[in-house]
């Protein structure tokens, strides 16, 4: 099959009858490779001319597949999100600030004493012009100034606050010492954006697996229907050779039978490759996001067949996506357990207040003040303990993870390998088989035409060449897709 041929195909409603009439003048025409030009896109190959022709590649789809897939928007979005979380852990290191206020009405004084009440001490000090008076002065003055009706004086003091108030405050706090928790919580938040971006790449490499297997589909498809059309035309030119050699009297109506029962079968497997191609190239339109046309005539290219190696470094395990999972689940965890000690760990923080309330007098008063807060675990060790037991399986299990993973995977890459290496060897035996068909064929021909053949023998021939043609077709897409999976392993 020749890498540098262009598939052509009209997808409208057209009867298979007429279908096939445009596909003839179509192959005619258009014979001639059509030059891809790039319409100021770097990732996007499609031009539709005035003719209604829409060219498409192999990497435009990819590109269009990668812009418009759903897996891919979300893989992004998940990018995104890991993003925003580390964003957030990185503000634990500086200061939080909060504000509060508030006010309140109480049906009766929270503070209300009585020197009167029972068991009630209330020190009372005075002073006159800045002098202070003491009990015993304040005794005397008492007596002098009421004289003989000390006896029935009764002093009783009530005091009573707090009924209604508001107030206002802002406190700012600054973690100091908070175990590493801190540190290793925007660590785990890198992690995630670590992971998040190695999956994106993952789910395109899966994208790019999937376009190719639908892309290489249509073109198996369209190669079988023009080989087939070949056949057809073959059968056109044996039917009207068998038709004056039946009118001759030279070759038997059951011989013209058998040509027109064989191009009957040919056209009814005609109609199966065209629903099924245009199936195929509905689907290929659905994945890579491209809304499909009716009218329109779509162009396909065969890329140049992708070549691969076997040395040693294309079997290393930790050059895939997935052991690199592998490994951050183990970063992870080990970064878990250090989280794990954190919380068993003295816990330093500074602040500072500053507010106002009129609780204690008429107006608003300010105050404001510094602090420190030092909190030291002492009942939460025995659940840390086991915690930090139950982190350490964790932390083995990912282990195991990863080396089961890597040695797997390698199993994998050397598979791939090998099925790529098969592959390749039956393409080469499959253009072989085309050849010798192609051969026997002619050198049936060659009998048929001098007599020495019946029209089976020539039949016979021809469809053992369109088998072989069509194997061949097949097993070159399953070359470009075992080189392809092996690039993906191996990369």
Known sequence: MNNDYYIHYFADSASPQEKATKRRATMKKYISIIVLILLGLPSFAQQQDGRGIITMTLDSCEAMALRNQAKIRQARLQ?????????????????????????????????????????ATIDVEASYRGIVINEDALRQLIEEEFGNYIENLELDVNLQALTY????????????????????????????IDVAEIQQMMTEDEVRLTVAENYYRVTSLYEKAATLEMAIRLLDTLERDAMSGTAAGVISKNDLLKVRLKKNEYKSLMTQLENGFEMSLRALMQYIGMGYSDTATFTFSMPEMALFSSDSNSFNPSHRKEYQL???????????????????????????????????SEGFKHNGLVFAT?????????????KHQKQNIELQMAQIRLE?????????????????????????????????????????????????LGTSDFLEAQTLLQQAQNDLYDQEINLRLKVARFKQLTR
């Open 79 to 119: 990018v995104d999100a890991a993003k925003a979380t580390k964003d957030a852990a990185y503000t634990k290191y500086f200061p939080t600030l909060s504000a509060q206020a508030g006010c309140f009405h109480s049906l009766s004084p929270i503070i209300d004493l009585h020197s009167s009440e029972s068991g």
């Open 374 to 386: 030092l909190t030291v675990p002492l009942t939460q060790a025995w659940e840390t303990y086991h």
């Open 165 to 192: 108030g508001a107030f206002a405050n802002l406190v700012a706090l600054q973690p100091v010492f908070a175990g590493g928790r801190i540190i290793n919580g925007n660590k785990l938040a890198r992690l995630g």
């Open 326 to 360: 592998l490994q951050k689940a183990v970063d992870a965890e080990m970064l878990k357990k250090k989280m794990l000690v954190g919380e068993a760990l003295p816990q330093l923080s500074v602040g500072a207040t500053y507010g106002a309330n009129n609780m204690f």
């Open 404 to 452: 089961d993973g890597s040695q797997q995977m390698a199993l994998q890459q050397r598979q791939a390998y090998n099925e790529a290496t098969e592959a390749a060897t039956l393409v080469e035996l499959k253009k072989q088989a085309v050849s010798d068909a192609e051969e026997n064929l002619a050198e049936v021909r060659n009998y048929y035409q001098a007599g020495m």
